[in-house]
């Protein structure tokens, strides 16, 4: 479960990127938060991995706050949340398999369970084909699939997507939704999905949460984006 309980964050001159925000979020649940650019979505998310810290409020990770986990166990809270961002972050001079392997490496994992894990998280995502190819033989919609990959490392229960199709063709996009969408469904991942894409937000019928100016105006199961 997610909880943020009245949490507010302002970077300098009054300048509010939260305003006395409270949301809470399921286990399982599929939550897009919508709003334009400076909202307050990926304020959100980097509290959620303990980037940010609230100036008022509290922020709860399954029942624990964030703000007291001490600097030298967030790497182990962060091992519970998936990230995926706008730009994909890959290693132009690793092959598919080698980003996703060498993630696995940089947190100890053995050999084996390399071997035995990486193509499976490839097979998830659809990527199975491409394990050799390197990003620059890549669409832009292979490249997110294979980010998306990466953050599956640790079969997170959380999956935090920054923007995700912001740099894709609509074509892509609706790739990326749908597999985001079928994470959610078939591995029972949270999922908190930040946008500003309406025609997403208002065709797949999910929560959406509103935000402008750091504040929630709307929380509703309708799948409508209203600002």
């Known amino acids: 479960m997610i909880l943020f309980k009245n949490v507010s964050r302002e970077y300098g001159d009054h300048n509010p990127a939260l305003d006395n925000v409270s949301l809470k979020i399921e286990d399982g649940e599929f939550v897009m938060l919508v709003g334009q650019s400076g909202a307050g979505k990926s304020t959100i998310i980097k509290m959620l991995t303990g980037e940010e810290k609230t100036d008022q ?17 967030l790497p ?28 696995m490496e940089i947190l100890g994992r053995s050999h084996k369970e390399i071997k035995r894990k990486v193509p499976r998280f490839l097979n998830i995502v659809g990527m199975s084909n491409k394990a050799k190819k390197f990003p620059a033989q890549m669409s832009g919609g292979e490249k997110q699939r294979l980010a998306i990959a990466r953050a599956l490392i640790n079969e997170p229960s959380v999956l935090l997507a920054d923007e995700p199709t912001g ?29 500003h894409n309406k025609e997403i937000v208002n065709s797949i019928n999910k929560r959406v949460v509103s935000l402008d100016k750091g504040k929630i105006i709307r929380d509703s199961m309708e799948g409508k984006y209203i600002i």
């Open 76 to 103: 182990d809270h962060r091992k519970q949340l998936g990230v995926v961002f706008q730009d994909f972050k890959l290693l132009s001079q690793k092959t598919a398999y080698e980003n996703v392997a060498f993630a």
């Open 167 to 195: 740099n894709l063709d609509v074509f892509n996009s609706w790739d990326i939704v749908n597999l985001l969408l079928k994470i959610n469904e078939q591995l029972e991942t949270t999922v908190l999905f930040a946008t």
């Open 57 to 73: 409020g509290v922020v709860y990770f399954q029942n624990r706050r964030i703000d007291r986990i001490k600097p030298r166990n």
